[in-house]
């Protein structure tokens, strides 16, 4: 004779239904927060390098101010990573700052162009008249862009696993 329970009468309380509810639903409850942490996380992450990328630029132009030298400058190459220019110091020296010009948009080899340095590093340098407010719509708007798709699957995440 069969119990009431093995015949189906009673399903929700069957050993095996529960067991095999939990097997099925008890993975992806644990995977999901692990899934959404790791978007969140990746998306701040990304955040703070774009905040620090802007607290840089910043360093950068109040160190030429704070000790400003003026010179002209020949742009030696432009190439994805970095624009180098070549210009002499007031002493004589002629310096290449190996990291490149900042702010160097629209420049083109052989030109010449006005840039402004730090006289105790003249590693520094900038394009005359062009501050790290230029810096700030390129890397707010790829900030805002991440975030639309981020937010978007960390919603489609929390609702299919």
């Known amino acids: 004779m069969e119990s009431s329970l093995r015949s189906g009468a009673w399903p ?15 993975g992806r409850r644990k995977v999901r927060p692990l899934v959404v942490r790791a978007l969140l996380v ?11 990328l802007l607290a840089a ?14 010179a002209t400058a020949e742009v ?5 990573q970095r624009t ?11 310096h290449s700052p ?11 080899p052989g030109q010449l162009v006005r840039i402004e340095y730090d006289t105790a ?9 062009r501050t790290w407010t230029l810096a700030v ?3 707010a708007t790829f900030l805002l862009a991440l975030w639309a798709v981020l937010l978007p699957l960390v919603w489609w995440v929390r609702r299919r696993l």
Do not use: H, M, W
């Not at 050993?15 to 639903?25: C, E, F, H, K, W």
């Not at 630029?57 to 003026?70: H, T």
């Open 12 to 26: 929700a309380l069957d050993s095996t239904v529960v067991v095999d509810n939990a097997v099925r639903t008890g």
């Open 42 to 52: 990746f998306g701040a992450v990304v955040t703070l390098i774009g905040v620090i």
């Open 57 to 70: 630029c910043l360093r950068d132009d109040l160190a030429i101010e704070k000790r400003l030298g003026k």
């Open 76 to 80: 030696v190459s432009v190439s994805f």
């Open 84 to 94: 180098v220019v070549r210009f002499a110091t007031p002493d004589g020296a002629v």
């Open 98 to 108: 190996a990291q490149g010009v900042l702010y160097p948009d629209g420049l083109e």
């Open 121 to 129: 590093d003249p590693e520094v340098a900038r394009v005359a008249e």
């Open 137 to 139: 719509l390129p890397i």
